[in-house]
């Protein structure tokens, strides 16, 4: 045989162990779109991750409204509020007192703001135009202006994905949008494939009565009509339902839990709903595979060698079974994040003022022709995303077929 | 004449078939109904017959991996049914099965070291260097390479990974081996090589061989004394060179005259079997032979005639009216 002259390295290369993984991952890279897709999910994650970092850093705030600058184009700089300056200045003085106090007393006693009383002074000059009032501080020379200067720098806010209609920052609404929209599509898709793992294994791996029981559930939960049942949910008030079942409004202030679930409660609600309308295709499937495992003829063979079943289920059923999942729950954060979009959309979703990707576009409806980039930009972040879940739940899919695999 | 090592006895798996939400119990399957025979010690016994007539559901029950519906084993003399728990999983190591699809029957997510080292983790043999030493070995018997051990089974070709499967199979040196169409799934220059294969180790390790196949010609090659299904029954059973000599039942006869043979077309067939083979659900009453028989007679379909011996010979038996009533 040919083989016989393999020198002893080739034979060592061919007796080192791969394990599954390294195999498995080295398939995944080759599938340049799933990669490209991770990579952007990562992104994502960690913008979702950051955004109290990236608030804290750029100064934007998610809520803060600005009538002054409503529907501003990307990439333009907008004073602030009169109201804002203020709480600027407030912030100032309460963080450095005696620097505040230094230079009020220097504007006064040069004249170089018009102010009847001394407490005035730095509004007066904040309230200045700019130039005007960033010259004030020049002549004074003091290292207290200097610092001063610095809170002019905030009243100019630069926008670079614009306002909205309310003059909030369409940036920062994105980054916290993420953090929403992606939050949701994960927990979701995590729960919705738990959930549909334990009853399709249960019915896969039982069989019988349990299996038929379990699998009419979710033939007639998948005939549901989600759109009508979204509306109705979205109808019933967690207060009311709370108060009808016996628990008052002291009770439900008072308890941590209550007042957090009623205070996200749209969320909650949304990802219930979700809940509900995702995990059966999962349920299916696993269900699914475990039938087919279970006649499999690897199953019988470790059978006939005697093995137990908590040998075949650890080191052969939930292997197999696994590949299955991570498929599907990668495509299922794809979904969810669509779904939370549409039900937004429709404004049976998360509710103003939380940012998610869904309730921007709502929102963007009024004035679409003025400012497209307001339905624009959510559009194409929810297209980004769901996107390069399913070109990751691809690339899995190749990744894990192990007929597909070569060395 | 050397001991039996399995005794049949009216042995039956039959599958229900349920319907609606409290699974009413409408019909049977009766995959396998009602077979008698023995295996003796270190023979080949051929088990034929076209798909579908139970061949494999015979082999899965034999090897427990069914519960029989009615009747007895007895394996080395001891009540099989009867053994539960930990002693079956021990008495398992004593019979094992060769699967027919080369493809389903290694699981893919496991190197061949790790699928052969799976009978020895399971009973707790040997130290982990023991069983890699033995997995080596193990790959050598079955003419595979020891350094195939890190490999997946997608990177074997069909007639290697079956070489794979018997080398698990032979691991916990059983004395029966039941083998399920072990080379339907392959080519026909490899069928021969697999078979000699098996022959070899059957010398070798003195195993008994239950050898399953839908191919007169395959079993002929490697089996001692043949048993002839049809629709979940043995039919005829004899050795191998009466079987072929001497074929009593219609049934054997039709299934010998279709071989083909050098020289011979295969419009010469003397017997063809017309007609499709019956369901089992619902199998024809007597002879579930006779609406395909071309020799049936009234009693055939009213009654169904037992496996006994024909006349002459103990070792030859055959289920059909016309040779217990003195033969063609
Ligand atoms: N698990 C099962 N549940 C219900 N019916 C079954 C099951 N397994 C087999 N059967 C039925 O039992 C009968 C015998 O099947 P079996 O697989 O034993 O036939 P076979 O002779 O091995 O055929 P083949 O040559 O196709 O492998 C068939 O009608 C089949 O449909
Ligand atoms: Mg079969």
Redo the contacts with the bound molecule.
């Keep these: 045989m040919s083989d016989k002259q393999l020198s002893q390295k080739e034979i060592q290369a061919l007796e080192q162990y791969l394990p599954m993984w390294k195999i498995v991952f080295g398939q995944f890279l080759q599938h340049k779109m799933a990669v490209v897709g991770l990579i952007t999910i990562l992104i994502f994650v960690a913008i979702a991750l950051l955004a109290p970092v990236i608030s804290a850093v750029t100064g934007l705030d998610p809520n803060r409204q600005n009538p002054l600058a409503r529907y501003l184009k990307p990439g333009t700089v907008a004073p602030l509020g009169s109201s804002q300056k203020e709480e600027a200045v407030l912030n100032f003085e309460n963080r450095e007192p005696q620097a505040a106090q230094a230079l009020r007393a220097d504007l006064m006693s040069k004249q170089l703001v018009q102010s009847v009383r001394e407490e005035d002074a730095l509004y007066d000059l904040a309230f200045l135009e700019k130039n005007q009032a960033l010259e004030v501080l020049k002549k004074l020379k003091t290292p207290e202006a200097k610092k001063f200067e610095k809170v002019f720098d905030s009243f100019e806010t630069y926008h670079l994905l614009g306002t909205d209609d309310t003059g909030r920052d369409v940036f920062i609404r994105l980054v916290y949008g993420t953090r929403v929209s992606l939050g949701i599509g994960v927990v979701v898709a995590i729960m919705a494939t738990l959930i549909g793992l334990i009853v399709g294994a249960l019915a896969g791996f039982y069989g019988g009565f349990i299996d038929s029981a379990l699998m009419r559930i979710t033939d007639s939960l998948l005939s549901l009509p989600t759109i009508p049942l979204l509306i109705l949910m979205a109808a019933i008030k967690g207060k009311d339902f709370l108060e009808k079942i016996g628990i008052d409004e002291q009770e439900y202030t008072s308890s941590a839990v209550l007042s957090f679930l009623l205070e996200n409660e749209a969320i909650i609600k949304l990802v219930f709903i979700l809940l509900i309308f995702s995990w059966m295709t999962t349920a299916r499937l696993v269900r699914g595979s475990i039938l087919s495992l279970k006649e499999r003829e690897f199953i019988l063979a470790a059978k006939t060698l005697g093995a137990k079943d908590s040998t075949i289920i650890v080191r052969h059923l939930f292997p197999n079974v696994i590949s299955v999942i991570l498929v599907s729950v990668t495509l299922k954060v794809g979904d969810s994040i669509l779904f939370e979009a549409a039900m937004s959309f429709l404004g049976l979703g998360v509710q103003p003022p939380t940012p998610s990707w869904g309730n921007m576009l709502f929102n963007a409806q009024d004035l679409i022709q003025e400012a497209p980039f307001l339905a624009i930009l959510p559009g194409l972040l929810i297209l980004a995303v769901t996107l390069s879940f399913n070109y990751l739940g691809d690339g899995l899919q190749d990744a894990i077929d192990p007929k597909a695999i070569r060395r | 004449m050397s001991q039996n090592i399995l005794e049949v006895k009216n042995l039956s798996k039959f599958?229900p078939i349920k319907k609606g939400l409290f699974l009413r119990h409408v019909a049977d399957?009766r995959?396998v109904d009602y077979v008698s025979f023995h295996v003796r010690q270190g023979e080949t016994l051929g088990l034929v017959?076209e798909?579908?007539?139970?061949?494999?559901?015979?082999g899965r029950t034999l090897i427990r991996l069914y519960e029989p519906t009615s009747g007895s084993i007895r394996f080395k003399g001891e009540d099989f049914l009867k053994v539960r728990g930990e002693s079956l999983r021990k008495m398992r190591k004593d019979m094992q099965m060769i699967f027919?699809d080369p493809y389903a029957s290694l699981d893919p997510r496991m190197t061949v070291g790790q699928i052969l080292t799976q009978p020895f983790e399971i009973h707790n043999i040997m130290t982990p260097s023991e069983r890699l030493e033995r997995v080596k070995q193990l790959l050598e018997t079955v003419g595979l390479k020891a350094s195939h051990v890190n490999r997946y089974p997608h990177e074997f070709s069909g007639g290697q990974r079956q070489r794979i499967s018997i080398a698990r199979a032979i691991a916990l040196n059983p004395s029966l081996v039941i083998a399920d169409?072990p080379v339907s799934a392959l080519d026909v220059s490899i069928q021969a090589q697999i078979l000699n294969l098996m022959k070899d180790l059957q010398e070798k390790l003195k195993l008994t061989y239950v050898f399953i196949s839908?191919d007169l010609s395959v079993i002929e090659h490697l089996c001692d004394r043949i048993a002839v299904m049809y629709l979940g029954k043995i039919v005829e059973i004899a050795t191998r060179d009466e079987l072929f000599s001497n074929p009593k039942h219609p049934y054997t006869q039709a299934l010998i005259s279709a071989i083909p043979r050098v020289g011979e077309g295969k419009k010469k067939m003397k017997k063809s079997l017309s007609g499709e083979v019956p369901s089992?659900i619902n199998p024809p009453s007597g002879c579930h032979f006779h609406p395909r028989c071309a020799h049936k007679k009234d009693i055939c379909s009213q009654k169904a005639p037992a496996l006994e011996s024909v006349t002459g010979n103990s070792e030859h038996r055959s289920a059909c009216w016309l040779t217990t009533q003195g033969g063609l």
Excluded: M, Y
């Design positions: 599958f399957v995959a017959g798909s579908g007539c139970g061949k494999s559901t015979l027919q169409e839908h089992p």
